[in-house]
């Protein structure tokens, strides 16, 4: 069965950093979710992508945020500059029909 | 704004109990709802789905949800868990006009033996 994959599973960096987490979609997948999940918190929305734009994004997902496809197989996050509470779990989804998300296995982001 | 609540947050069962896990949403509009199961050192895992239609759905595993729309509920069930259902379970809804997803807090299950 297809899976979404995430890499890398964990990621050390420290403050004012750059971050790129990347992730493998299903292949017939159009519509493309991050989100992430803080330790001890809700899993929350980041931003959803569609036509190789940004279709939505929640108020987390400022300036130091970005998402990119850029090879028609990988799905990017970028994160400029790094801060202590982007520490978290991030997720990748995709969809073929934008409900039914497939989640991938995660990410787990530490900044130090 | 939207918010979906689970009111259990750690249930402990032994082998062969019923389970019920609460899930409500605040929303009055129409709303598409899941069910997500997160087993130890595993990815979400969709469980089951609510679009439209019979409000009482099943899903793999032997589970199932009952939508109450009245209730602005989605209730998990299971009439006899196994041990290996020992997982975390997320209740996630989406409203109209919006594919993205709001979650619950999550609640653990453990099953004994």
């Known amino acids: 069965e297809p899976e979404v994959t995430q890499t890398p599973s964990h990621q050390v960096t420290q403050m004012g950093q750059e971050v790129i987490l990347r992730c493998v979609p299903i292949?017939?997948?159009?519509?493309f979710y991050w989100y992430r999940q803080i330790l001890g918190q809700k899993v929350e929305f980041l931003v959803s992508f569609y036509n190789n734009e940004i279709s939505e994004k929640s108020e987390i997902f400022d300036d130091q945020f970005s998402v990119e496809r850029p090879d028609g197989s990988n799905f990017t996050l970028k994160i400029r500059s790094t801060k202590l509470e982007d520490s978290a779990m991030y997720f990748c989804?995709?969809?073929?029909?934008?409900?039914?998300?497939?989640f991938g296995p995660g990410t787990r982001l530490t900044v130090t | 704004a939207q918010s979906v609540s689970q009111h259990n947050h750690h249930v402990i069962l032994s082998e062969a109990a019923s389970l019920e896990l609460g899930c409500n949403y605040s929303y009055g509009g129409t709303v598409n709802l899941f069910w997500y199961v997160q087993y130890p050192g595993q990815h979400l895992q969709l469980l089951l789905k609510y679009f439209s239609g019979d409000p009482l759905v099943k899903g793999i595993k032997g589970f199932e949800a009952e939508f109450i729309k009245s209730k602005f509920s989605f209730n998990l069930r299971k009439p006899s868990v196994q041990w290996s259902d020992t997982a975390e379970y997320f209740c996630?809804?989406?409203?109209?006009?919006?594919?993205?997803?709001?979650f619950g807090t999550g609640t653990r299950l453990q099953v004994f033996p």
């Open positions: 989804a995709s969809s073929t029909t934008g409900y039914e998300q497939y």
């Open positions: 996630a809804v989406n409203a109209e006009n919006t594919d993205k997803l709001i």
């Open positions: 292949s017939n997948h159009l519509y």
